[in-house]
């Protein structure tokens, strides 16, 4: 399969119609950009021609949601086509999806939806992944989700099943901070415990993002909206998971309550500096040398 460059930079943000202008006309510090496919299926258009200029200038990750590897009945065809053609005509660095399902029987939900983790479920999502990973000619990456109750069906832990999915099919994992954090809170775990379980070296790209609070039936909930700053927890759980690991491409995700460009900037400024406390650049350049 087909193996692409990580960017030299490792901290992205996203990327969003909002700051096309500001992107375009400016040399920015970051190192790529992430966006969802799904706004880009037309096939040209204002977003097309700008998407291709910054294209020119930045590595660009896809971050899909509409795959829905986890439904019974397999990936849906028509839109793994779609996704095909414009991974051939950008080539991004990096592409990815959830540990969920979308749409059912023709019908399309917005929401990341749960599956229970079982041998039956892993052996359908290793199928799905597989069938993805052929047709793109590329390995994808799995995200974990976030959840706020527990399903009762599963025989196995979260974990066990991307550590699992990621040995059979040779997919990287996506590790999501803030739904590690989320669900932490929701089901009742300790965080440190799941980057302890995981294999670290399965993990290509890393999220940072905010969350919400709701009360549902009487207790605290934490939601995962995209709308906010990283917490200073969620900074703690970064800073323990470099000291484990490599560095590895950090994404700030902010999809709602859009910010300034500044702003997001200044999140990616802070992803940047825990990396290079860690794993100095000034390091790297010696042993290079």
């Known amino acids: 399969m087909k193996s692409m460059n990580f960017p030299d930079t490792e901290v992205g943000i996203s990327f969003k119609s909002q700051h096309y202008g500001e992107i375009l006309k400016n040399d920015l510090p970051v190192g790529w950009f992430e966006l969802h496919p799904e706004n880009y299926m037309n096939a040209g258009g204002e977003n097309h021609q700008a998407l291709s200029e910054i294209a020119e200038n930045y590595p660009l990750s896809f971050h899909s949601a509409g795959l829905s590897l986890g439904r019974a009945e397999g990936p849906d065809l028509a839109y793994l086509e779609r996704l095909a053609q414009l991974v051939k005509r950008y080539e991004p660095f990096q592409v990815s999806d959830h540990l969920a399902w979308t749409s059912s ?17 892993l052996n359908s999502f290793c199928n799905s992944v597989d069938l993805v990973q052929n047709r793109l000619g590329r390995r994808i990456l799995v995200e974990n989700p976030s959840q706020y109750a527990a399903l009762d069906e599963g025989d196995m832990d979260e974990t066990v099943f991307l550590n699992e999915l990621a040995r059979r099919t040779g997919c990287g994992l996506l590790l999501d901070l803030n739904n590690v954090y989320v669900c932490a809170h929701n089901l009742g775990f300790e965080p440190k415990g799941y980057l302890e379980a995981i294999d670290l070296s399965r993990v290509d790209e890393i999220h940072l993002a905010g969350h919400a609070e ?15 700053e990283v917490c200073p927890d969620v900074w703690a759980l970064f800073a323990e998971l470099l000291a484990c690991s490599g560095s590895v491409p950090t994404l700030i995700e902010w999809d709602s309550d859009l910010p300034s460009l500044e702003r997001l900037l200044s999140e990616a400024a802070k992803a940047q500096a825990c990396i290079d406390a860690v794993h100095p650049k000034v390091l790297a350049h010696a042993i290079a040398v």
């Open 105 to 121: 029987g023709g019908v399309f939900f917005n929401e990341l939806l749960p599956f229970p983790y079982t041998s039956a479920s």
């Open 214 to 228: 709701a009360v549902w039936d009487g207790r605290k909930v934490l939601i995962d909206d995209h709308g906010s």
